[in-house]
């Protein structure tokens, strides 16, 4: 794999889901309002999040005049941040949704203020893991297409393209993000959009496409570090482990927030993380935690490297508060895995079940959430019901987690040689599969074994625990164990 390593600061060269209820409905309802000029009421009617009495921010306390006092600057600094397409702080962001949704009572015709106001709900959905504010965007982000049509609306499409990415939807994503292409050819953030599109739709060519135009812009000091952040994310997606992570150190090095500074360094600790070396990755997690205590990624890839270095009550502990925070599907599938490694069959049972709940309340809320769904029922629960619904979204988005989720579905009931199609996809770089992830590598090794390859699976296995020996509390393990069956390779007699 091509590990081509970059000077600091450089960059090397390098089918829709059905329609939600909710929008038709919006639709009909903004068409009738607007046309009678009272938009403002026709979406308060609908949308209780801006009714009387609503609430964006936390409840006041002791300290809450000061805070009140410091909003307008925290909302400046969101609304920088947003229409930039940085990361945010999140009580700047909760600043900014308060300070926007006054502005729509007053303005109810002003389309960036409801363009604005979407876009950060989407943030603040995607921080929080509440995808209850993706319908508030969804609505807002309407209304503001509404009022300004898409033809000129580049601040709308930019927010529609970040909520379908938030919930999974690439081929939504994909379309937005080329309208605000079109509309502004020299905005960063919409090569940035395209890019996430198409890594889930698994058009990887597109992706390299994007990324060299995105590159050729020239982005100014403000943008500079965002865009060093995706770009270091295409080569992490390639196997390019070095060049992405000095992409990703110049990044936070030149990031002008807390917020966007600790952004990039839980990035780096994920790399760290995903190539074994757990000391590092802790350190990056606990320094994106001091620039930014509310970050939303570090507390759970804390977690999951106190589990892969063997701390496992302090493990269970920080994963228990990270749901706490955020509760998302997928770090409770890893603490149920957890407590299942530990032998505590009942505390993995609830996780499991706390799986599909929180899967059910986003899908509620317009998340694609077939993948992690798929993963957990491959494993822990209805192995056939996995390969139907990966199935079905490997038709829709042919990603690399997918097809890597999807081929061990397949093992699970025993369909070994299509299982190896879909294995190979997702670890073959020729194939679009170029990361280099340790369960990846371990899923097709274990079909292989099962296949009886036994050269090749070993291959596999002895790649899984090379790239990270302690990738999962549970998989590594079941990676070793199937290694030691394999025992050690024949011994050939040379040539007489």
Do not use: C
Not at 173 to 199: F, G, H, N, V
Not at 310 to 336: E, I, K, T
């Amino acid at each position: 794999m091509d590990n081509r390593v970059s000077e600091p600061g450089t960059f090397p060269s390098g089918a829709p889901p059905a329609p939600r209820r909710s929008r038709r409905l919006l639709r009909r309802v903004l068409v009738t309002a607007l046309s009678g000029g009272v938009v403002a009421g026709a979406v308060l009617a609908v949308w209780p999040g801006l009714g009387p009495g609503a609430a964006s921010a936390p409840a006041p306390g002791p300290r809450a005049h000061r805070v009140q006092l410091r909003a307008p600057a925290r909302a400046a600094q969101a609304l920088t941040a947003v229409a930039s397409g940085v990361p945010a702080a999140l009580p700047a962001l909760t600043a900014l949704i308060g300070q926007q949704e006054q502005r729509v009572r007053a303005q109810p015709r002003d389309a960036k203020a409801w363009a604005v106001l979407g876009t950060a709900y989407v943030e603040r959905g995607r921080a929080t893991a509440a995808a209850a504010d993706f319908p508030r965007a969804e609505q807002a982000l309407e209304t503001s297409l509404q009022v300004l049509d898409e033809e000129q609306n580049l601040q709308a499409l930019d927010g529609m393209a970040a909520l379908s990415l938030a919930r999974r939807d690439f081929s939504e994503a994909k379309r937005y993000a080329e309208q605000a292409q079109e509309l502004a050819p020299d905005r960063w953030s919409s090569y940035s959009r395209l890019i996430d599109a198409d890594t889930g739709l698994g058009d990887y060519e597109a992706v390299g496409e994007s990324l060299e135009k995105l590159l050729a812009l020239k982005p100014g000091a403000a943008e500079r570090p965002a865009v060093m952040a995706r770009a270091a994310a295409v080569y992490r997606d390639r196997g390019w482990r070095e060049d992405a992570v000095a992409q990703l150190t110049d990044a936070a090095a030149a990031a002008r927030s807390p917020a966007e500074q600790a952004a990039y360094l839980t990035q780096l600790g994920q790399l760290a993380f995903e190539r074994g070396d757990l000391q590092d990755a802790l350190r990056h997690y606990d320094a994106a935690l001091r620039q930014d205590a509310a970050q939303p990624a570090a507390p759970a890839g804390r977690a999951r490297v106190l589990a892969a270095l063997g701390r496992s009550a302090q493990a269970v502990s920080a994963y228990q508060s990270a749901l706490a925070r955020r509760p998302d599907p997928r770090d409770a599938l890893d603490l149920g895995e957890l407590y299942e490694s530990l032998g505590m069959a009942q505390k993995a049972r609830e996780q499991y079940d706390r799986v599909r709940e929180l899967a059910r309340r986003e899908t509620s809320d317009g998340v694609d959430d077939e993948l992690v769904l798929g993963r957990y029922e491959a494993d822990h629960g209805d192995a056939q019901q996995a390969v139907e619904r990966l199935r079905d979204e490997y038709e829709r988005q042919p990603g690399t987690e997918v097809a890597d989720a999807l081929g061990w579905a397949l093992h699970r009931v025993g369909e070994d040689d299509e299982a190896l199609e879909y294995a190979t996809t997702a670890t073959d770089g020729t194939k679009g599969g170029g990361v280099r992830s340790a369960l990846f590598a371990y899923h097709r090794g274990a079909i292989e074994a099962a296949l009886e390859l036994d050269g090749p699976a070993r291959r596999s296995l002895q790649e899984a625990l090379r790239i990270s020996p302690a990738f999962s509390p549970l998989w590594s393990r079941e990676a070793r164990s199937a290694l030691a069956a394999l025992g050690d390779p024949p011994e050939v007699e040379a040539p007489g």
